[in-house]
């Protein structure tokens, strides 16, 4: 009893009685504000120290947002790389962390139905685009994903999933493509432009204090106006992944129902949007192509 009680008290999802919203909010490095360069983006790199506090800054900006938006409960997950990136220490502490890639989900892991809103953080434009800073979908072995026939990048992939479980994406920041794409996916988002993209390695970048203050402003409105629509349940999810190698294609011959249809080029379809999500997680991130 004792036990049962102690575990009640250490994981609260919502606080008893409170009205206030939960919100969910993801958040990649390459469209942080301040982020320019390859050196910033990996364990190891010579500014990778720095690119993490400059992470964390928007990220705050972003729970600050939701906040004063109306939020009582907010998660915070990082989503890039590792995905532990964001430290706990720099991060505003009205927020708890999830951290680690080992995760089903991804960028979008503890996202459910009991959430209000969503800000994607620090996103970045697809695989192939021809403008976006370290454009990408995934991991680096990506050429293109369609879900049911639209070509997405992350923003696009993770935005299916939140309308899955009927959470709005209320507000993005990245670099202007990646903004731009996302607000293709996601019609009335909030998108706040941090750098402007000059190709898809220089840009131009918003001064940090301004682009900071953007971040907040998109993100308490975004909160303060969330609607939560119906949940989107297709029938099915037609996946469609072109690759740079045609080694995971070979791979992904030995699962059930994915069919290789160039060497280059697998198809599945699956009969929810997580079951897609995860499957495309797998192929992108856990096979081996040395
Ligand atoms: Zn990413």
Do not use: C
Not at 15 to 21: E, M, S, Y
């Amino acid at each position: 009893m004792l036990f049962v009680s102690f575990v009640s008290f250490a994981f609260p999802v919502t606080p008893a009685g409170a009205q206030g919203k939960k919100v969910y909010i993801s958040v990649d490095m390459e469209g942080i504000s301040g982020v320019n360069g390859d050196d910033q983006t990996s364990a190891g790199g010579a500014e990778y120290g720095r690119a993490r506090r400059l992470m964390a800054e928007d990220a705050n900006a972003a729970i600050r947002g939701a906040f004063e938006g109306g939020a009582t409960d907010v998660v915070v997950n990082d989503s890039h790389g590792s995905q532990r990136n964001l430290l706990p220490e720099d991060l505003d502490p009205r927020a708890r962390l999830i951290s680690h890639s080992f995760k089903r989900y991804g960028m979008m892991e503890g996202l459910d139905e009991t959430f209000d809103a969503i800000i994607f953080v620090g996103y970045h434009a697809k695989a192939d685009a021809a403008r976006g800073l370290f454009a990408h979908t995934g991991s680096g072995v990506v050429r293109d994903l369609q879900v049911n026939g639209a070509s997405v990048g992350e923003g696009g992939m993770n935005a299916a999933l939140a309308r899955w479980y009927g959470v709005p994406v209320v507000a993005v920041s990245g670099d202007d493509a990646a903004v731009e794409e996302v607000a293709r996916a996601v019609p009335g988002v909030r998108g706040v432009a941090v750098k402007r993209a000059i190709n898809t390695r220089a840009v131009e970048l918003k001064p940090l204090a301004e682009a900071r203050k953007d971040i907040q402003a998109a993100s308490r409105e975004g909160v303060q106006s969330a609607r939560k629509p119906a949940p989107e349940r297709l029938a099915s999810y037609q996946v469609r992944m072109q690759f740079r190698n045609v080694i995971i294609p070979e791979v992904a011959a030995a699962f059930s129902d994915i069919t290789v249809v160039a060497p280059d080029v697998v198809q599945f379809s699956r009969a929810s949007m997580p079951e897609a999500y995860r499957l495309i997680r797998v192929l992108y991130r856990f096979i081996n192509t040395d």
